[in-house]
Structures are given as C-alpha cells and as structure tokens.
C-alpha cells in the first residue's frame, strides 16, 4: 500500500513506490513511515482506513506535533469522533478525549477491547503518549482474528454460536457511584447515568473484511449466557489463554511523539504497568462503530 503520494517526476519513475508501511510480523500491525497526521490527503486517509483492516494496528513515530486539537481533526478525517468515554469525566481536556494519567489512576493493566460495555462500541482508538516514563509502560495489542482462525474447527463451530454478556460496572462501577455520582457523558445520543449489560457475539464478523474474530474481553466481558457460570469461566479462560498467546501479540515500546490506531473490531490491548510511581499520560480518541454482528446473525 502506498500511503505516501508519489511525485509525477518523470526521473523518478524507474524507482521503487515508496513503501511507507512496514510490516511488524506476517500478520499482524505495521508502522507507517513518513506521514505527517496533522497533513493528509484524502488518497492517505483512505489507505490508512484500508490498512487498519488489513494491520489492525497501526504505529506513527514522530507526530510531536499532534496536540489534542490535531488528533480530533485527525479522527475527524477517519471517521465519525465519538465522546471521549461514556462515564469517565473529561475533566480539563476536551471532551472528545479520553485521558488516562497514571497520577489519576488511569491504568490499562487488564486485557480489553475498548468500550465494548456498550451496543455500539467504538470501531476505531487513536491514542497518542502525552508523558512517558523513562522506560517501561509498553502496550500490548493481540489479534482476536488470528486467535480465532488458529482454534480448532469444532471450537470455532462452537463459539460461532455463542452470545456473552459485557459489563462496564467491571472496570467503572464504582467511579461512576463515587466519582461522578450518577452523572455520565453523552455517548451516541444517549446519557450513560448507569452502566446497564449488553449482549455481544462471542465470534465477531469484521464489517468490512468479513473476517472473524474472537470478541471477548476479560476488561468487560462478564459471562456467556446460556451455559453454566462454571462453564462459562472456563470457556473464557480458554478463549483468553488463546487470545493472549505471544504469538498473536505485538508490543509496542513508546517513544515522545508516537501515535497509535487500532481497529477494536479485530483487537484487544493491554498496558503495562511497570512504571512505578512515574509519570506516564496517554490521550485517547475513538470513532465511531457499528452493533457488532456474529457468524449466526440472519439479516
Ligand atoms: O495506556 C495505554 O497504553 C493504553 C490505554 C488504553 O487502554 C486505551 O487507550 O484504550
Ligand atoms: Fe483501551
């Protein structure tokens, strides 16, 4: 994919196409060279909406001078920019972003796909390093659709009919009663006061590339309905073991100015919270995405 355009120079024709994607693995997340976020063309933004299908994570160095403003008009290009997060007080940055400072308890320490607590969780994260550590504080991404291909066909057969059941009180129960008293944001329309359970397909078909995928979380995932607690722990606890296996992961060693994308219909991500009590704060922006379908659905 060629994300950078190409001058029409007749002398430059015998040279390679700039190739400003770079593959991490053989399958799975790539870096992106050469591109300024902030001074894109619509054929880049383009590419760049196609290789988050294909990479699923996506790693921009050197964007220093993406402020907030910046990556919400970058989102903007993207896609369609949601709240920042359905509960979470936006305090002093703007409200399409989500802040998450490790001096206000915002840690990402549990395996999740962002926001899937609700019917329509977020397509697309774009998270950019506003204070690093000196070192430590790696994310991890893992790929839910390769976790998937790599079980077994009855397996597969089996989790194609599954439906979980997803549950923010999880992780923001007790800040939504303490923190904000009840008082959440609005998300797609709608007031989130309270965080009420949504049913999700255990296997999720990707929109665009019809892909599957697994789609649950440890972060918000509560049970699968329909078989026992018992059941339903180990079934998670093997389709999490899978998930999380070195092998569909990547992981990403932040430096001052990088930026992040991640498509959370085929992801699952994970902080590391290695750091200490140093400074680490991370600004996230999401667009927005459709109800997840699965492998059963009929239309
Ligand atoms: O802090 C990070 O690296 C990731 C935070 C996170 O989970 C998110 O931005 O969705
Ligand atoms: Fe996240």
Redesign the pocket.
């Known amino acids: 994919m060629n994300v950078v355009s190409r001058k029409g120079c007749p002398d430059d024709r015998h040279r390679p196409a700039p190739a400003p994607l770079h593959p991490l693995g053989p399958h799975f997340g790539a870096e992106l060279h050469g591109v300024d976020l902030a001074r894109l063309g619509d054929e880049q933004i383009q590419a760049i909406r196609e290789a988050l299908v294909t990479y699923k994570v996506l790693f921009v160095r050197g964007q220093d001078g993406l402020d907030d403003s910046a990556q919400i008009e970058f989102g903007r290009r993207l896609g369609e920019v949601t709240a920042g997060h359905p509960i979470h007080d936006s305090g002093d940055v703007a409200a399409e972003v ?1 802040a ?1 400072d490790s001096q206000d308890n ?3 320490d549990v395996w ?1 796909t ?1 926001v899937t607590f609700v019917r329509r969780p977020p397509a697309i ?1 774009v ?1 950019r390093a506003v204070v690093l550590p000196p070192n430590g ?1 790696d ?1 991890n991404w893992a790929d839910s659709q390769l976790a998937y291909e790599s079980l077994s066909p009855g397996l597969r057969a089996y989790i194609d009919t599954l439906t979980a059941v997803h549950d923010g009180n999880r992780a923001f129960g007790y800040y939504l009663a303490q923190q904000r008293q009840g008082s959440g944001n609005v998300w797609e329309g709608e007031v989130f006061t309270e965080l009420v359970p949504v049913e999700h397909p255990v296997v999720r078909v990707h929109p665009e590339s019809g892909r599957k995928g697994l789609f649950v979380n440890p972060g918000f995932t509560s049970h699968i309905t329909g078989v026992s607690e018992y059941e339903s722990r180990g079934i998670l606890d093997i389709l999490y073991a899978h998930l999380t296996k070195p092998e569909h992961v990547v992981r990403h060693r ?1 430096q001052p100015g990088d930026v ?1 994308l991640w498509d959370n219909r085929s992801t699952a ?3 590391n919270r290695d750091y200490g009590d140093r400074h ?1 704060v ?1 600004h ?1 922006i999401t667009l927005r995405g459709d109800t997840p379908v699965g492998p059963t659905a009929h239309s």
């Open positions: 989500y998450l915002g840690f990402s999740h962002d994260s998270l504080g994310t932040w992040a991500h994970y902080a680490r991370m996230r």
